[in-house]
């Protein structure tokens, strides 16, 4: 076997090895990327934005802020309220968490819904970890993303509106966003 043939194939096996070696999620700038647009979802009007530390750098405004999100792994964290059409007066508060890894995500996640409480709630297959509590709270892990919705008051829209924000998630997470 000549070498340019040997280093052609070596070459191959190499590209696919490194292709089998999993999926790089896209890197994210800002925690406003995780924000799903009110459009992905027909019920939703328009978004409120609450406790937004949209800097991934670190710049939180606040030494002890960003003290805690380092002790808990959290590269950032906001806080979003998608306000209904109808019915008027509904609000699906969203609670988004980018942690610095996966395995940090899935530690927290399921540290933080104990698998007490996770028995008296129904699976949802959505991410890589979901679970809803009927009409009121649903929460869903995405890589490193971890999301937890309330309606307030209770909507039977929530399932569909999780669902919503975790195909948004999953759109990033393979670069489609």
Known sequence: ????????????????????????????????????????????????????????????????????????????????????????????RVKVDLFTSEADAKEAFRGRHLPEALAMTESLPLGDDGFIVESIYAGVRSGRVTIEVRAVPPDARLRPFVTAYAAFLADIRAGKR
Do not use: W
């Open 1 to 92: 076997m000549s070498n340019r043939v040997r280093d052609g194939l070596l070459a191959v096996v190499v590209t696919l090895a490194l292709a089998g070696c999993g999926h790089q999620e896209p890197p994210l700038s800002r925690m406003s990327e995780l924000q799903m647009p009110p459009d992905d979802f027909a019920g939703v009007t328009h978004v409120e934005v609450y406790g937004n530390s949209d800097d991934l750098a670190g710049e939180t405004g606040s030494e002890a802020v960003g003290a805690a999100l380092q002790r808990l792994k959290i590269a950032g964290a906001a806080q979003y309220r998608y306000l209904s059409i109808e019915p008027a007066g509904t609000t699906f």
